[in-house]
DNA sequence: CTGTGTGCAAACTCTTTGCATAAGT
DNA sequence: ACTTATGCAAAGAGTTTGCACACAG
């Protein structure tokens, strides 16, 4: 390889990857990582990755694109992110950041995860503990 | 009613209520709104307001129910919150405040209007504008 | 009366599941 | 070979919509 390559992973590195998460690598799988992990980090629907993996001329269905985010999230490899309307978000950073919400384009972008701080957290209730912040700036054009 | 009515509204201020907001007071609004706004701050999905509507005889159908918590939000009488899953949470309580989700019991808890303050927010991209942010604390039994 | 609201059922969207077939090791 | 994954189609939630009837002003 000549050219940097910085957060990219390709062919053997995405099977490793997937071996590591004690997810064979099926073509479906390759394919659907090579997606994900490919280029830097993405946020995705079922729908858009399903409809990404046709166009490369991927045998893929629906289906399968929900089964395998799902292996994925739960092997920790993606993150699944609530924005409401029913469409189900994930997100290939998995490290502790938030998001913008683009209204108009049903899009998340990522705010660097350093940069919000939230304060003045109440204490949970009894017997519960904190599993996850999540903050969801809402945009829409000015 | 010969108890004490403290942020009780009834009756006729349910009624002014909905005019306010040029919705016609109807019977099943009126319910509705009864239930929503009669006692306190609320956390509702569609489904539980409307079991609540017909556990008290109102005869009002969930269609009817999802149509005017989209009225009721239009008209600005309730916020819409995201916690993901595909169910829609409406909240009596449209000032400026956010949530604890109780995962396991999939049930929202306000947090205090002022106690959480966001830090650190990067500037928006261009010709967006910030509508709303949305804090959401999941929590999980320890 | 007149127009708006409601109920019902059907449609729709997103997502999950069951089961026979295909593919990985 | 043995096991696990995939595809398809069908089912399942939650939500929205279209249209005839009912009700508020």
Redesign the interface.
Known sequence: MQRPVEHKAVGADISRLLRRARLRPTRQRVALASLLFGNGDRHVTAELLHAEAVQTGERVSLATVYNTLHQFKRAGLLR???????R?YFDTNTSNHNH?F??DEARL?D??G?????????E??Q????????????????
Chains 1, 2 share one sequence.
Do not use: T
Not at 80 to 86: F, L, P, V, Y
Not at 127 to 141: A, E, G, Q, W
């Open positions: 699944e992110i609530a924005i409401g309307g029913q189900a913008f683009l209204e972008v705010i660097p350093d940069s919000i701080r939230v304060d003045g957290l109440p949970p209730p017997n519960l503990k904190i599993s996850h912040i999540d903050v969801v700036v809402r945009l829409v054009s000015k």
